[in-house]
């Protein structure tokens, strides 16, 4: 049976307006490349396939869609090596979507690849209405307050659709109309393919405009319909970078919005950055400065306070995240406690209510449920059991300027103060490791390892030390007259005084 709907996201213009040297889809809204959203909305809407037809940096784009596939759910691509316009673009896609002339849905929907504020209800909306109309073509409409730009919709007296003109191509009249193309239509799909092959560069671009369809359906009295959309900033196209930081506003807004409600409290909403993948567990409190990247997952009941970062790490139900930490790649269980200022790098692992507190930086590490590291140390590629107590300034030393070794801690295993674990070694279960040693062999279980040297006291050495150096600055009067007779001055007396020590 023939599908209903497959669709076609345009994505392989270089973006010129950005000025850059990345394509344009690919910039990110929201932690986001641009063109994860309008690509996630067809799959959603689609029930044929979805083809991103891709170009400038093609190489990259097609990695991230692919990469992206789990979240995104399938999507082909189809390169287009000339940029001729978007008709040209459209075109690209047909191999996949009219194989052996036949088409494989009965509409397909068109969407520019720079509008990732479109959302899908609007888009549904759009599709639906194209199948109740029975129209050869719908476009999305919209009246900005500010058109510049954009293609301008042309009514006829009937305020039928029957034509868009691009502002480069319009006369003074056609420039006034306020009604603009937002860059999402939905056609029959025989129609769009057969359509595109009439379509010439006739313009001021010389490019393959794919708003001449709309001329040519209703030339050929097909039928079109315009949907105004209800909320026209969710209409812009990204072209500059003004654009993309005014849709990143309003990304970042939206998605505040979304956490608020789903019981997330945020103290300063305003400073509060949430990334599109990051997902929040309820009765979360984010405290100002708070920023959450990537694809991380926030438990239920955490705190995360002022100036923390959490990236692509997955935090567990009442985890508390103390001011400035830096969370990267980490996977945190349930109420541990991190910071203040304590950076988690990729592949630190804090078990059930393990405490990581100021100034440690933990890599590649796992730190089993209930340890401790709470002050000025260093942890890397290390594995530390259940109840460890890691004292304050312990340094695992895990390179050794060639190659990264291991440290292992067992369970109960208790490290004092200024440790240096030298890679690869191991303390075994419940042993004790003094204060201040120097660990270059196994600790057996439930030994004492100690590595210092035996202290000596010197008796008032302290203090016949201080009357020496107060005898060397201050010289002999016999040796003073003389220096000073010799050159007047007190440096050459310092001088003096330094030889005769
Ligand atoms: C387009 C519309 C305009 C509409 C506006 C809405 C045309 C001719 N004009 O203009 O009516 O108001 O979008 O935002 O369609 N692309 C390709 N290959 C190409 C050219 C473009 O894949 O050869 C892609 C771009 O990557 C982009 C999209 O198509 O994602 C739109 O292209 P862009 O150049 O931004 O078109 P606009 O001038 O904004
Ligand atoms: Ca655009």
């Given amino acids: 049976m023939m599908k209903k709907l497959s669709a076609i996201v345009l994505a392989a213009g270089l973006g010129t307006r950005m000025r850059s040297g990345t394509a344009k889809v690919l910039h990110p809204v929201a932690g986001r490349p641009m063109v994860w959203y309008m690509a996630s909305v067809a799959g959603r809407v689609a029930d044929a396939p979805v083809v991103v037809v891709i170009g400038h940096q093609a190489e990259t784009c097609r990695a991230f869609l692919e990469h992206s596939r789990p979240a995104l759910g399938p999507c082909r691509t189809v390169t287009q090596s000339r940029r001729l316009g978007t008709a040209h673009a459209v075109r690209q896609a047909k191999s996949v979507l009219m194989p052996g002339g036949k088409a494989v849905s009965k509409h397909c929907l068109i ?9 899908r209800e609007t ?18 409409t919209a009246c900005p307050p500010d058109p510049k730009g954009c293609g301008r919709v042309v009514r006829g007296r009937d305020g039928r659709v029957v034509g868009v003109v691009e502002e480069r191509d319009a006369g003074r009249a056609e420039r006034a109309i306020r009604e603009v193309n937002a860059g999402a239509y939905v056609v029959d799909t025989p129609f769009l393919f057969r359509a595109l092959a009439n379509i010439r560069p006739r313009n001021v671009q010389k490019e393959y405009y794919l708003t001449d369809l709309v001329g040519l359906a209703v030339t050929g009295g097909r039928r079109v319909t315009g949907v105004r959309a209800a909320d026209a900033s969710e209409c812009a196209g990204i072209n500059s970078r003004r ?12 998605i505040r919005t979304r956490w608020l409600e789903k019981g997330v409290t945020m103290l300063d909403p305003g400073t509060t950055f949430i990334d599109d993948g990051v997902t929040i567990g309820r009765d979360t409190v984010l405290c100002p400065g708070v920023t959450l990247e990537g694809r991380s997952t926030i438990g239920a009941g955490c705190v995360i306070r002022a100036g923390s970062r959490v990236t692509d790490s997955v935090v567990g139900d009442g985890v508390t995240i103390d001011d400035h930490s830096l ?7 349930n109420h541990v406690t991190v910071g203040p200022f304590a950076r988690l790098r990729p592949g630190s692992i804090l078990r059930r209510g393990a405490k990581v507190g100021n100034f440690v930086e933990v890599k590649n590490t796992e730190l089993g449920a209930g340890s401790k590291a709470n002050h000025l140390t260093y942890l890397g590629d290390a594995a530390v059991g259940a109840r460890v107590n890691i004292g304050a300034g312990t340094v695992t030393c895990n390179y050794d300027g060639r190659r990264k070794h291991r440290t292992t801690i067992d369970d109960g295993a208790f490290i004092g103060s200024g440790a240096q674990l030298v890679a690869p070694v191991r303390v075994k279960k419940g042993a004790v490791v003094g204060a201040g040693s120097t660990i270059t ?31 060397a600055a201050a010289p002999s009067s016999a040796t003073r007259s003389r220096a000073t007779s010799r050159t007047g001055g007190a440096g050459a007396a310092r001088r003096t005084a330094k030889r005769q020590r």
């Fill in 111 to 119: 969407v520019n690849g720079d509008t990732p504020l479109l959302t």
């Fill in 123 to 140: 888009i549904a909306r759009l599709v639906a209405r194209h199948e109740r109309t029975g129209a050869a073509l719908t476009l999305l």
């Fill in 243 to 254: 654009d993309l930081a005014v849709a990143e506003r309003i990304m970042r807004e939206r």
């Fill in 327 to 333: 969370v990267n790649g980490a996977v945190i269980e």
């Fill in 441 to 471: 062999r196994d600790v057996p279980a439930e030994a004492v390892a100690l590595s210092r040297v035996r202290q000596v006291n010197h008796e008032g050495a302290a203090s016949r030390r201080r009357s020496r150096a107060r005898r």
